[in-house]
Structure formats: structure tokens, C-alpha cells
């Protein structure tokens, strides 16, 4: 046994009691002390030489002289800090401790309490010299005060300062033990320091003999952490070697461990870590007496199993499990809980039988799984599906009791799609007819629910596309058949269904008529009005059909597709036509209006409750939807009316409950397909007005305040007084003259002319007043003939050339071109140019000097403008060649040297060749004029 005896040391090595037991001495004591190690840091009397001082016997020194001034102070009764003077004398201790033990001891005795010298013992590393050092200081503080209260007990020990220490050790522990009450009293302070390092002590040495069975062991930590011992004495135990137990046990009888708790420990480490086999756990436990041991607390014993060993073991390991299980029954025996689903006993009787006939069964996943059937799968054969038919009605699983049906289900299924290895892959319809003909051995074991399910888990699965339709519709029919034949046979035939099919909620008769409506189904995916869903997804890339095609006609099933049709944008013809040909299958009384409005109750609560990037795709569906009511109700459609969708979305937009921005965007794209009715349009304009001015004046706005032309004047009058100097305000009363019916003030002047002009005053506000003028503001021609003169007036010309072009007055425009054309140094930029080419003003520009200008431009942006301009001003296809088309327009004009002269640039000529003649020949090659 490797556990420490009353003294301690006697554990160690002899080389480890020397390293142990080194006491620091100087070299002169050397003769007087064998066993002590001279100081190597002293004076070197051999060679007559001293060293220079090393820093730690300056601070020696130092403390001494501190040391010697106390006292000299001390002595003319002078006032010196106690506290003081034992700071200087545990730091002479500390110092001369691995140079003079003895000197360093004397130090510390001369301490006026033994618990100060805690201080420095706490402080020097874990050694067997630390410890010793502090027992023979207590036991030496204990026999003086001992000794001066009692003149008969020191009487019976030589001085102790000379005598042995292991004697005085002795001597000082039997008396504090055994002594008479003065003992007792006057060294109860003392005591349990002593018994602490004592401890502390042999905890070290047991460390270090530990260290020779693990060497990750962390002396001084195991010294220290009550914790860490628990843990080194527990790992012990989960060990190969059975001797490591036993060190354990030992072990625990000194540290206070539960005997229980090791044994547990090396059971434990059997299942999850030793990788021994069954036979051989079981040979050890038998050999150690582990599950006697344990059971001498069952119900913690059967917790602890639950808990950390169920987990290692694999579901397809049965001997381990069937192991686990019965010794878990013995703790059963003893007394311990038996609550779950199914009884201890019952998995011992099901794995001694599944052993054998079902080898690579996953019981874990069978009993405790999400999925128990797909545990059976795998491992069911012909020859094995009888067995675990037969237990399944003692096997809970999550929804109830396994049953025998859904057993042979699983295997008809298996049965179908793997064939059987004596027949030939199934190529054509009557093969996969010949397979299901194949489980008919096996269908009167199923019930009226397992035969629709098994169906429906043949013919509308993901791999049931391999299926020729002549072949589903035969099978379904063969179902009908049997079920039919099932329901009408005589009552002496029937007293053979076993329980399960007689207690089945669905009757036989009632799973007939639902396997018509799958056959009713299959028929029906060859109408004209499915075929419209085949047409369908080979044009959008959709999967209409093959949804439709595995609904089985079912009611939620279809919903969701239609659902899904029309969030989607699709024609409503196309989903009105599936609703109509599905409800002569099943007559779910689906209507085209009531899946619309459903769509979009649904989409409109995504909108509402969503956030900025998913409330983008709610609306674009909403949009979608809208959109296709619109060209249903175009079309002629009568099932969906436009007051349906509005009637369905108006409760959002009037609840003042909700946030704005949904509201307005579902009012925006009501307006974009329908006619709003009056009501409508306020609200929309309210939610419009709110909008802009909550975000830039942060003001309330009610719905009074834009119900009429001069309320919206007042809001426009107060909101003006407030936005001067401020361009983003001003710009927010652009966007609030747009969204509004047209605004003019008493004296008859535009607003829109008073919100640009004091955009005008503000620092570019040019450039603001131009972008505004974009969206084709309703002003007049004096109104923009006003502000184009603010702005030459103003010094910026270039901005009015842009405004004028931007207007609708050909008038505006041909004075602005005229004046751009006489300006030899004005400011020309691409917008300014793109304004002239989208207004036809090429010609004019080709007689100016800003022709080369426009040349540059059209090169860069052949093709396409250089900037998105409102639609009205959009000319020409997309994608046209606007080089040719430029250069039409300069041929017409009869500016042929021009025309050439840009065609040439664009082919790439260098410019050296670019003459009249070249020009004029280009010119009539690429027009094709003579």
C-alpha cells in the first residue's frame, strides 16, 4: 500500500528522506552537525577568502543593525513599535533560513506569539524542510508554555533545544492528547496549528509517493486543495491496474471519502474508458465485488447508471445493454425507483430475444428516439419482423406504444422500394405492381390506418416520381380492394384481425373511400386545368405540379398551395381552375375569394410585424397579389372583387395602433391597381403628410390638417415659416405639394413657385431646386420663367440652362439652348449635354464650339445616358446607338462634314485623317446616301 504511516517520512525513498531533511547549517558547524547541508552563500574558511557580499546578506545585515537598534531601545525604555520589530525579525528568518536553519528557527522564536510565524510559513514553498520546520517550532512554543505552568511535565524531558526533535515531537503531541487539563488549557491556541502542518505534512509526502503512480500530480496543489485531493483520489481509481482501486480506498479512509464513491468511480470508468469488453467488465466486477459494494445504496447507485453510464453505451451494443439493464433491475430489487414508461424488467426480456433476432438494431433509438421506426428499418427482415411485431406493444416511444402494424408497415414499405434479391429491378408500371403484389402476404396484419398511411408513404414521397401514374393508380386501387374485402368479411373471418385492428379509430370501410380520393387524384393530374400547373413551372421555374402532385387531394395541403400561388403573384385563373377540378376530388369547399383574402390577412401581418429587410419581400409579395386581382378582375373574373382585397387590408391602414410605414405602403399599392374610394384616398393622403413631416418637423399631425384645400394651405403656410434656410425642410414641402391634390395660394401665386424661390436663397439650393424640378412639378410658364430668371439673375447660368431643359415649354427650351450656344465659356457638364441630346438639340450644338464637347460626351455613353432622368424624358429604345442616331439627325440638318466627323471618331480614326472629303464619305457609307 502506498498510503503514509504514522511518521510520515518513512514513505520516502532514502534519496527523497535526504533531499527531504536538509538542514541549512553554517560551514563551521559542519563537524557538530552530520546531516546538515552547508550553506554554499557563507564564508570559505578553506581557502582563507571571503566573496563580496551578495544582496541578500546586505539585507541581512541591514535587518540586523534595525534589529539591534530596537532592542538597544528597547532596553533604555524608549517606545518601539512591537509590530515593527517582528516585521524585521521575520524577514532575518526568511533570509537566513536556506543559509542557517538553526539561526533562522532562533529568530522566529523569539517571536512574543507563535502565530505571527504563520506569516513566514505560508510564504516559503511546499517542502517537507517547510513543514518540519514549523511542527519542531510549535511543539517547541508548546513544551515552554507547557513547562512554565507545570514544573512535573518538564521535568520529564531533557532540554528540549538539545534533545532530539522526533522525541520532542512525541513527547508534546502524547501530552496535549493524553495531558491533564493544564495541558489542555494553556496550549489550545497552539495546538491546532501544530496539528495543521502535521497534516499538511503527510499530505505532502502522500503526494509525493502518488507521484510515482501518476506524474501529473500537483504536490503542492494536493497539498492545499481539499478539492483537488477528492479528484487525484477519484482518478486513482479509474485506473487498469486494480491495485490503483485499492490505493483509492486506502485513500479514502484518511481523507474522509466515501468508499462508495471509489468503487462508483472504477465503474464508471469500466463503461466509458478501459475499452474492455462485456465479458471482462463483468469478470473484474465479479473479481472486486463492485455491484455489492454499490448497492449498499441501490437508488443512488441506479441514478448514478442512469445518469453517466446509459449515455456510453451504444444503442447496437446489446450484451453491454443487456448488462446495464440488469444490474439496473438489482438495484430494483433493492428497493430502488422503477417509474419510467417501460419497466426495467421488460428491457431485459426484449434485448435477450432482440439479441439474437435483430442484430445492429439500434435499441436506444427504438425506445427512447424521436423517430423508433427508423431504428427498425435497417435491421427488419422477413425472417425478423415477427419477432419485434410481437414485442412492440410492450415498447413505449413518444406518441404511445409501438404497435405490431406499424411494424409490418415498415417493413411492407422496405419490402417495396428494395424488392426482393431474387427478382429484377422494376423498369415498367406491372413491376412496381409485382412489388406491391409482394407484400400482400403481410397487408392482413396492418390496420385500416397503417394501410392508408403505407400508401401515402408509397406513392407521395419524394421518390415516388419513379412510379409510372398507371402503376399508382393500380396500387391504389388494389388497397381499395383489400380494405373493402377486410370491412365485408364474415364476422367468423373477422374474429382473427388482432386488437389493434379492431380498436383502430379508422375503420376499414372509411380508409377505402379515402384511398379512392387518392386514386381520384392520380386521375386527375392528366387534366387540361393541371397541365396549366406543368406549363407553369416550366415558364417561371416554379414547382407548382410537383406540389400538387403529392397533396393527395389533402385539405391543408392544398390550402398552402394556393396560398403559396397566389403570394407569389400567380394567375388567379390557374389557382381558380385547380380549386374547382380538387373540390370534385374531395369537396374541401376551398373558394378562390377566401384563399385570397387569407393570402392577404397573412401577408399584411408580416408587413405590419416585421422589419425593414423583411418587410421589403412582404411587400413585393403584396404587390404581387394586388396585381394579379387586378388582371383577374380585368379579365372578367367574378370570384375576387376588387372591394375584397381593399375590404381585407382597410382595417390595417385605419388602425392607428399600428406603425406608418406599413400602412402607407399597403395604401400605396392599392393605388398603384385600384380606384380608391374617397375615404381611401384621405387616408392615404394623411398617411402620406404624416410620414414627411414627422420625419423633418417632428410635428403632429390629425387628420383635419390636410381634410381640406385650406387647412393643407394652413399646414403649408406654418410648415413654410419654419423651413426657411433649411433646404431639407424645403425639399420636404416639395414632396408634400407632389403627394397632395394641387395647392395654390389666396393671391392666386403657385406654392410650388414660393417653395423654389426660397430654395433659391439658401446655400445650393440650385442643385436641390433642379432635382425637385425633375419630378415635373405643375407650375405654370410664367412660374418657371420667373425662377429661370432668379437664377441668371443670381450668376448661375448653368443651372438655369438645366431648369429650362427640365421644363415642358418648347419655348424655355429653345432660349436656353440659343443662349447655351452663344456662350463660348460656359460651364459644360454631362447632365447639361444629356438634357440637350434627350431635347434634339443636337444640330444646334453642332454649329457651336460646344460640339466637340457633345462628341466626348456621346462617346463615353454610347449606348445609354449618363444619368436616370424622369420618364417623360426618356427618348429613344434602350440600347440604341445614339451615334447614329445623333448622326441622322446632323444628315437631316444637311450637316454631312459633322455627321461624318462623328462617325469616324467612333470607328476609331485618328484625327490626322479626319478631312472634309473622309468626312463626307463616311458620311455616305454608313447612311447609304450617293
Known amino acids: 500500500s502506498v498510503f503514509v504511516t504514522s511518521d510520515p517520512l518513512a514513505a520516502l525513498t532514502a534519496e527523497d528522506q535526504n533531499k ?67 516585521e524585521i525579525l521575520l524577514h532575518l528568518a526568511e533570509d537566513c533560513i536556506e543559509r542557517d536553519t538553526t539561526l533562522a528557527l532562533s529568530y522566529l522564536l523569539a517571536l512574543p506569539t507563535g502565530e505571527e510565524a504563520n506569516v513566514l510559513f505560508d510564504r516559503l514553498p511546499s517542502s517537507c524542510l517547510t513543514y518540519q520546520l514549523a511542527i519542531y517550532y510549535y511543539c517547541l512554543h508548546i513544551y515552554s508554555v507547557a513547562a512554565a505552568s507545570s514544573e512535573s511535565h518538564a521535568s520529564q524531558l531533557k532540554s528540549p533545544y538539545s534533545g532530539a526533535p522526533l522525541d520532542l515531537v ?86 474522509s471519502l466515501s468508499a462508495w464513491t471509489a468503487y462508483m468511480a472504477h465503474f464508471e470508468w469500466l463503461f466509458s474508458g478501459s475499452g474492455l469488453s ?86 436506444k433509438q427504438l425506445v427512447g428516439g424521436s423517430s423508433p421506426l427508423d431504428a427498425i428499418l435497417p435491421v427488419v427482415t422477413s425472417s425478423n419482423v415477427h419477432v419485434i411485431a410481437k414485442l412492440a406493444s410492450k415498447l413505449q416511444i413518444a406518441d404511445g406504444f409501438l404497435s405490431g402494424s406499424r411494424v409490418f408497415r415498415v417493413f411492407c414499405e422496405k419490402l417495396f422500394w428494395e424488392g426482393d434479391a431474387r427478382r429484377k429491378a422494376a423498369e415498367s408500371a406491372m413491376d412496381w405492381v409485382h412489388r406491391f403484389e409482394a407484400t400482400r402476404e403481410f397487408l392482413p396484419k396492418l390496420s385500416a390506418e397503417d394501410c392508408v398511411c ?11 416520381h419513379q412510379l409510372p401514374l398507371d402503376s399508382r393508380i393500380d396500387i391504389c386501387r388494389r388497397m381499395v380492394k383489400h380494405c373493402r374485402q377486410v370491412h365485408s368479411a364474415p364476422q367468423s373471418r373477422r374474429q382473427s384481425l388482432t386488437a389493434e385492428q379492431t380498436s383502430s379509430a379508422l375503420p376499414f370501410n372509411e380508409a377505402a373511400e379515402q384511398l379512392l380520393v387518392f386514386s381520384a387524384h392520380f386521375e386527375s393530374l392528366n387534366s387540361p386545368q393541371v397541365d396549366d400547373l406543368r406549363q407553369l413551372d416550366q415558364t417561371l421555374g416554379t414547382d407548382y405540379f410537383g406540389e400538387y402532385s403529392l397533396s393527395g387531394a389533402n385539405l391543408e395541403k392544398i390550402s398552402a398551395l394556393c396560398h403559396r400561388m397566389v403570394s407569389e403573384g400567380t ?49 413585393d409579395s403584396l404587390s404581387a397579389m394586388v396585381e394579379a386581382v387586378s388582371l383577374y378582375i380585368n379579365d372578367g373574373g367574378k370570384s375576387v372583387k376588387e372591394s375584397d382585397v381593399v375590404g381585407s387590408l382597410r382595417p390595417h391602414c385605419a388602425s392607428s395602433t399600428l406603425e406608418l410605414a406599413p400602412r ?173 441630346l434627350h431635347r434634339r438639340f443636337a444640330v444646334d450644338i453642332a454649329r457651336s464650339k460646344h460640339f466637340a464637347d457633345l462628341v466626348q460626351h456621346l462617346h463615353k455613353h454610347r449606348f445609354e445616358p449618363s444619368l436616370c432622368l424622369s420618364e ?59
Not at 541549512?24 to 578553506?46: D, E, I, N
Request: hydrophobic share 35%; aromatic share 6%; with cysteine.
Open 20 to 86: 527531504a531533511l536538509q538542514w541549512r547549517c553554517h560551514p563551521f558547524y559542519s563537524s557538530v552537525l552530520p546531516k546538515g547541508a552547508q550553506s554554499k552563500c557563507t564564508h570559505q574558511y578553506t581557502h582563507f577568502n571571503t566573496s563580496p557580499p551578495t544582496e541578500a546578506e546586505q539585507r541581512i545585515r541591514l535587518n540586523e543593525a534595525a534589529l539591534l537598534t530596537s532592542k538597544s531601545s528597547e532596553r533604555r525604555k524608549e517606545a518601539v513599535e512591537s509590530e515593527e520589530v517582528n
Open 170 to 255: 512525541q513527547f508534546v503531541t502524547k501530552h496535549a492528547r493524553d495531558g491533564d487539563t493544564c495541558w489542555r488549557v494553556e496550549t489550545a491556541r497552539l495546538m491546532p496549528h501544530l496539528r495543521n502542518y502535521q497534516e499538511k505534512l503527510q499530505d505532502f509526502v502522500q503526494a509525493r509517493v502518488l507521484q510515482q503512480l501518476d506524474s501529473s500530480i500537483d504536490v503542492k496543489r494536493f497539498t492545499s486543495d481539499l478539492d483537488y485531493k477528492h479528484e487525484v483520489v477519484l482518478t486513482l481509481a479509474k485506473r487498469e491496474d486494480e491495485s490503483g482501486l485499492r490505493t483509492s480506498l486506502s485513500l479514502c479512509h484518511r481523507y
Open 278 to 363: 462485456v465479458g471482462d467488465i463483468q469478470q473484474r466486477e465479479q473479481r472486486l465485488g463492485l455491484v455489492s459494494n454499490l448497492l449498499k445504496d441501490p437508488q443512488k447507485f441506479a441514478d448514478c447508471l442512469q445518469s453517466a453510464i446509459f449515455s456510453t453505451i451504444s444503442g447496437t451494443d446489446h450484451n453491454c445493454l443487456l448488462f446495464y439493464y440488469e444490474t439496473l433491475q438489482a438495484c430494483v430489487n433493492k428497493g430502488a425507483d422503477d417509474e419510467k414508461p417501460i419497466p426495467v424488467l421488460q428491457h431485459v426480456k426484449s434485448l435477450k430475444k432482440l439479441k439474437a433476432a435483430m442484430p445492429g438494431l439500434d435499441y
Open 454 to 464: 403505407l400508401v401515402e408513404s408509397l406513392l407521395y414521397c419524394s421518390t415516388s
Open 571 to 619: 394567375c388567379l385563373r390557374v389557382v381558380e381552375q385547380i380549386l374547382i377540378v380538387t373540390d370534385k376530388i374531395s369537396a374541401h369547399k376551398l373558394t378562390l375569394r377566401s384563399v385570397v383574402t387569407s393570402a392577404m390577412e397573412v401577408i399584411s401581418q408580416q408587413l405590419i410585424g416585421s422589419d425593414v429587410k423583411d418587410s421589403e419581400g412582404a411587400l
Open 664 to 836: 402607407l405602403s399597403i395604401l400605396q399599392v392599392l393605388e398603384k391597381s385600384f380606384k380608391l374610394s374617397a375615404a381611401d384616398q384621405n387616408l392615404l393622403l394623411y398617411c402620406n403628410s404624416v410620414a414627411v413631416v414627422s420625419r423633418l418637423w417632428d410635428k403632429e399631425v390629425s387628420e383635419d390638417d390636410v381634410s381640406s384645400q385650406s387647412s393643407r394651405f394652413r399646414l403649408f403656410s406654418r410648415l413654410l415659416e419654419s423651413s426657411q434656410g433649411r433646404l431639407d425642410r424645403l425639399s420636404g414641402l416639395a414632396e408634400l405639394l407632389r403627394v397632395w391634390p394641387a395647392l395654390a395660394q389666396p393671391d392666386g401665386e403657385s406654392c410650388w413657385r414660393t417653395v423654389f424661390s426660397a430654395m433659391l436663397s439658401c446655400d445650393n439650393g440650385r442643385e436641390v431646386l433642379i432635382e425637385c424640378r425633375k419630378s415635373r412639378p405643375p407650375l405654370s410658364v410664367e412660374d418657371d420663367s420667373h425662377l429661370v430668371d432668379m437664377l441668371q439673375r443670381a450668376g448661375h447660368h448653368t443651372a438655369a440652362l438645366k431648369y429650362s431643359l427640365l421644363t415642358p415649354y418648347a419655348g424655355l427650351h429653345s432660349s436656353a439652348v440659343e443662349c447655351f450656344c452663344g456662350q463660348e465659356d460656359a460651364n459644360v457638364d454631362g447632365e447639361l449635354l444629356e438634357l440637350c
Open 872 to 930: 417623360h424624358l426618356v427618348t429613344g429604345e434602350e440600347g440604341e446607338d445614339r451615334i447614329s442616331a445623333v448622326s441622322t439627325q446632323l444628315r437631316t440638318a444637311g450637316m454631312w462634314h459633322e455627321a461624318g466627323s462623328l462617325m469616324l471618331q467612333s470607328a476609331g480614326t485618328h484625327s490626322s485623317l479626319l478631312t472634309f472629303s473622309a468626312s463626307l464619305a463616311a458620311t455616305r457609307k454608313w447612311l447609304g446616301q450617293s
